[in-house]
């Protein structure tokens, strides 16, 4: 497992995918963000998040993925 060392000038941008489709992204703590899910499909889905660290010297790290399953009902 990778380990980021954060500085002072680094940086985080939060990226969000539905069915690994980019949905939201967010720069700024708290790093969320708002999506309407009425216009998605009845069934399972997976909403996945992925930090990517940004260095001060322009090099960029990313996290491992995080997964959450859920199922959308009629």
Do not use: W
């Not at 060392?5 to 980019?22: A, G, H, P, V, W």
């Amino acid at each position: 497992q990778r380990q980021m060392c954060i500085r002072d000038r680094d940086s985080y941008e939060i990226k969000y995918y539905l069915d690994d489709k980019l949905v939201g992204q967010t720069s700024s703590f708290p790093y969320t963000f708002k999506y309407k899910l009425s216009n998605e499909s009845v069934g399972i889905h997976r909403l996945k998040s992925l930090a990517i660290l940004k260095e001060e010297d322009g090099t960029e790290k990313s996290s491992s993925e995080t997964n959450f399953d859920f199922l959308i009902t009629k």
